[in-house]
């Protein structure tokens, strides 16, 4: 494919409506931007990790901000920034095949190294790579420790093959925070541990996940008060970044649980960038990453059909917490390890497709959706499988869209939009079949 230049375009008159949630979750978003870029001034230091398996109450421990790259590569993509980001990286060197998360991160440092608030991002002091379900984290880290020569740390988190957590497992990632990550992170930041410090953190982590749980659970009512993928990525932004085990969590999280239960209350649906969605006709469940760079046009698609996302996987790629998993503060080391193996990515695919199944028979979806993300090889293997076994052991349709994470040249909107309208085509005749067998 010829790399061209990719202008952003100018910003819609129209501005997109926001629950008041929303609007409370990208100030919180811009103030701890404005923390890391304020660091060289502050004299704060500054922990660069991942959103899956992140430890944010471990790092907290040590005052460390935690900065988080493929949370940057969103926010550069949301910004339409990211494209020509990726190509910067593809003029470096790297790969078309290769994560355009990492690809945004690399180029982005070349051109800058500029945060969403227009201010330069400072080199990290330490790298903490706390999860290891995605290889290409690995390769990542290691690109940027060459990058900024700082140091880095390797949590090494077991596969989830067979299924389960074992003890062995929790003792494996206990002595390895213990003996290799605390100790690093006490030298490098100058802070002592101190684990009542971590305990209080972590009791504010459970309240928080409790409530995100009462929110995301709230769409097995009909209609569904909100969209637990498109809206959902608004909603798992504090807790799965760098705001969970603080009090600003548990005071978000709050807010937004209420917020839905209003809506829960009043028979309404969820609030899309134009306002209430109107008729719920469809209810999905939705696998695999969305598009960022065309989020709302993408969006738009859904909710123009009348069709609801009521539960999706990726808002769980930074911790399954429906399935009973809760921070517990009686067992702080353990409970860091249990966090890391229970992430989604890091599931086996017969896990993954229970999962979704039990989505949606219990969120009562008509059917299946995948997103297939063209540089993501730790959602996108195994997809095709997950959508036959999903198909045949709940009866509902299952079909797949493509596109890619932040590289606007795969995202082809008539190609989406067509195959959605003819999935949500195949779901009315598997409803008007299952009306005439009854």
Known sequence: MTATKIVTPKAAAKDVEKDLSMRKQKAMMAAHYDRITSAPETGSKTCCTFVPGNLNELIMCFDLLNNLPEVNAIQAGLRRASGNFVLEAEKIGHSEDVCTYVKSDIGMAAKGNIAPNGKKFPDPDVLLLSYTGCFTFMKWFELLREQYKCETIMLHTPYMADGKVTPNMIEYMVKQLKEEVIPKLERISGVKFDIDRLRESLKQSAKAED??????????????????????????????????????????????????????????????????????????VVEGPPNYTNFRQFWKMFYEEGAVVVASSYTKVGGVYDFGFRHDPDKPLETLAEYCLGVYTNRSLPMRIEMLTNYVNEYQADGLLINSIK????????????????????????????????????????????????????????????????
């Open 375 to 438: 540089s993501c090889n730790s959602f996108s293997a195994g997809q095709l499988l997950i959508m036959r076994e999903v198909e045949k052991r709940t009866g509902k349709p299952a079909a797949f869209v493509e596109s890619d994470l932040v590289d606007p040249r795969y995202f082809s909107a008539a190609n989406i939009k067509n195959r959605l309208e003819s999935y949500l085509q195949m779901v009315e005749q598997k409803r008007a079949g299952g009306r005439a067998a009854a």
């Open 211 to 284: 409530d995100l749980v009462r929110v995301l659970q709230a769409a097995k009512a009909k209609p569904s008060p909100i969209d637990a993928y498109f809206g959902g990525i608004y909603y798992i932004g504090p807790i799965f970044g760098a705001f969970r085990g603080t009090e600003d969590a548990v005071d978000y999280y709050r807010f937004l649980r209420e917020e839905v239960e209003a809506r829960l209350a009043a028979g309404q649906g969820p609030v899309t960038p134009d306002g209430d969605m109107g008729e719920e006709k469809y209810r999905l």
